[in-house]
Antibody, heavy 123, light 110 residues
Framework: QLLLEESGPGLVQPSGTLSLSCTVS??????????WGWIRQSPGEGLQWLGY???????SYNPSLRSRLTMSINTSANRFSLKLRSVTAADTGVYFC???????????????WGQGILVTVSS | QSVLTQSPSVSGTSGQRVTISCSGS????????VYWYHKLPGMAPRLLIY???LRPSGVPDRFVGSRSGTSASLAISGLRSEDEGDYYC????????????FGGGTKLTV
């Protein structure tokens, strides 16, 4: 069973950069047609897709966050990461990493998710 | 930005059948698969339906997904208390270089 686990600071200063990593175990991050992405849920809100990255380094981002978002991947560590710049209180929420399907599956999050990590933007 | 529209809430009693709808547009549901997820507080979303009408192993056949035109629906029959929670539809949207879009979620009360 593929396992994903988020890690990173639980508190970020306003105007700072939110940095999270997701470590994948029991499977390779370089598997063909496996894409690796992030979804978040702000308090009282619904799910918001942030983006995904492929092991080749190609990415797809939510247009509303594209100017502040960078994703990267470390294949030797079986880990991928997210950086969200210039954060405000609106970026507070639970951040989930998830394996996404390939083009045949519409590039959507599938069966494998991390448990989520709460990130609070506050001074 | 494109949106997927879901009713905020739906309710039913044990054993009943309910339907959750998801309305989109030609650029998302009209041309791409729909996925459905069940979300409980403090838990990661659980995939219920993929490729619009397929169930992953372990998801009961009480959950049935369908898609027609620019709309999709999730029917849940034989309602059980553990079905309570939030349900989200999602689809790929072909506009703006492409992105994943989630519906606003529907809260099911049993």
């Amino acid at each position: 069973q593929l396992l994903l686990e988020e890690s990173g600071p639980g508190l970020v200063q306003p105007s700072g950069t939110l940095s999270l990593s997701c470590t994948v175990s029991n499977g390779s991050i370089t598997t063909t047609n496996h894409y690796w992405g992030w979804i978040r849920q702000s308090p009282g809100e619904g799910l918001q897709w942030l983006g995904y990255i492929y092991y080749s380094g190609s990415t797809s981002y939510n247009p509303s966050l594209r100017s502040r978002l960078t994703m990267s991947i470390n294949t030797s560590a079986n880990r991928f990461s997210l950086k969200l710049r210039s954060v405000t209180a609106a970026d507070t929420g639970v951040y989930f990493c998830a394996r996404h399907g390939g083009s045949r599956d519409g590039h959507l999050p599938g069966l494998n998710w991390g448990q989520g990590i709460l990130v609070t933007v506050s001074s | 930005q494109s949106v997927l529209t879901q009713s905020p809430s739906v309710s039913g009693t044990s054993g009943q059948r309910v339907t959750i709808s998801c309305s989109g547009s030609p650029s998302n549901i009209g041309s791409n698969y729909v996925y459905w997820y069940h979300k409980l507080p403090g838990m990661a979303p659980r995939l219920l339906i993929y490729r619009s009408d397929l169930r992953p192993s372990g998801v009961p056949d009480r959950f049935v997904g369908s898609r027609s035109g620019t709309s999709a629906s999730l029917a849940i029959s034989g309602l059980r208390s553990e079905d309570e929670g939030d349900y989200y539809c999602a689809a790929w949207d072909d506009s703006l270089s492409g992105f994943v879009i989630f519906g606003g979620g529907t809260k099911l009360t049993v």
